[in-house]
C-alpha cells in the first residue's frame, strides 16, 4: 500500500451473525413445540422423568 492510504477490513461478520440469529429463533421455537408436545403427553405423569415413557 502507497504512503497515506488506509486498510479497512470488509464488514462480513454482521450478515453472518443476522443469519444465525435467525437460525437460532428458529430452533428455539422448534425446541419450544417439543416440549410443550412433551407436557401434553405427560400431563397425568407430573415429576416422571422423560426418559422413563414407553
Do not use: H, L, Y
Not at 497515506?4 to 437460532?24: L, R, Y
Not at 430452533?27 to 412433551?38: V, W
Amino acid at each position: 500500500m502507497k504512503e497515506g492510504e488506509t486498510f479497512e477490513f470488509p464488514d462480513i461478520c454482521e450478515q453472518k451473525k443476522i443469519k444465525d440469529d435467525e437460525e437460532v429463533k428458529k430452533i428455539k421455537e422448534q425446541a419450544r413445540a417439543s416440549f410443550k408436545e412433551f407436557n401434553k403427553r405427560n400431563e397425568n405423569r407430573p415429576g416422571v422423568p422423560g426418559w422413563f415413557g414407553i
